[in-house]
């Protein structure tokens, strides 16, 4: 019999790993090309450092790359003040931690952007790279910590959505085919999933009723020759791969290449012993979940699990 915490304990520990691996994004603006390059090798070795040479340039960056933990940008740029660009940037990327560098006196810009929450911390110049590392530290541990507190807020919600959407359907009595689209549509938004599948398995065999979720458009089963997916129904355990280009034992496997999918987390649904069917949850990029996230998965399944037995009575 499988031991459920020490499952998603081993698992938990293969996503923080993935999760520590990766280099926190910060973003430095400064027109002046001398000071960009040095900001830039100031922070390479620690960061991944995006740069920009005006507030425009860098609005363009941010609109490609997505939230970075520090933006650093200077007070005085031709287009826009740094200050002007830092607060278009609050609305879309409030956990982002703002720092201005200037060697001007703009008092009055500056209290103005601090007292907003625009700004973090100001900096004159000229600034030294070893106490403006200690600035950033600091600050990337604050967008840290927003960061969590905002994503244990979404996660709460996401997680009552969830555990309603299962009991409603539980109550309804619709048709297997509903109940497991349904089903798919609730996992797949409350964990960000690029697709979700949940098929229903007989004699350790899938079978044809499935439900499924796409965020990214159409969506093609191939479950069935997937190795996490026989693995986990042979013996019921989740399987996971959280970054499965270089995962070892997924190469060769074509359906991720030519899906374009870099993770994947296989929940076996389970009752009373017996597998009813697996869920699959698929990310087009390296993904760690949290602990408590894969707590609520699992709970989730065995859920999951009763909802389909009701459902084909």
């Known amino acids: 019999m499988t031991n459920p915490v020490a499952e998603i304990n081993k698992i ?24 960009l390059d040095l900001l830039y090798r100031t922070f390479r070795r620690d960061f991944h450092v995006l740069k920009a040479y005006s507030g425009v340039e860098a609005l363009e960056i941010l609109a490609e790359e997505g939230e970075v933990a520090v933006i650093i940008s200077d007070q005085r740029m031709p287009e826009m003040k740094g200050t002007e660009f830092l607060r278009k940037t609050l ?45 950033v530290d600091r600050a990337v541990e604050t967008y840290d910590l927003l960061k969590q507190r905002t994503e244990e807020l979404e996660r709460a919600n996401s997680q009552m959505a ?63 020759q997937d190795p996490l997916v026989k693995d986990a129904i042979a013996t019921g355990q989740i399987q996971v791969s959280v970054n499965i280009p270089k995962d070892k034992q997924l ?27 697996v869920l699959s949850l698929q990310w087009k990029q390296p993904t760690a979940l949290k602990e408590d996230e894969l707590k609520l998965i699992h709970l989730s399944a065995q859920l999951v699990g009763i909802v389909i037995d009701c459902t084909c009575k």
């Not at 008092?107 to 907003?116: P, Y």
């Not at 929450?117 to 030294?128: A, D, L, R, S």
């Not at 190469?251 to 069917?277: C, N, W």
Request: with cysteine; proline share 4%; net charge negative.
């Open 251 to 277: 190469a060769g496997v074509s359906h991720y290449s030519d899906f374009d999918i870099k993770a994947h987390l296989v929940i076996p649904v389970t009752y009373r012993g017996k597998a009813t069917a």
């Open 12 to 35: 938990h520990t293969q996503m923080m790993k993935l999760a520590k691996s990766k280099k926190p994004k910060i973003l430095v603006v400064d027109d002046e090309v001398d000071n």
């Open 162 to 224: 969830l555990l309603a959407v299962l009991v409603q359907v539980a109550q309804q009595n619709d048709d297997l085919a509903t109940t497991l689209n349904q089903i798919a549509t609730a996992f797949g938004q409350s964990f960000a999933v690029d697709n979700c599948i949940l098929q229903t398995v007989e004699d350790g065999t899938l079978i044809a009723q499935q439900g499924t979720y796409s965020a990214v458009g159409d969506l093609e089963n191939w479950l069935e």
């Open 91 to 135: 609305p879309q990327f409030p956990n982002t931690v703002r720092i201005i560098l200037t060697g001007f006196t703009d008092i009055e810009d500056l209290v103005d952007a601090i007292n907003a929450g625009q700004v973090y911390k100001y900096i004159t110049k000229p600034w030294e790279p070893e106490e403006l590392k200690v600035v």
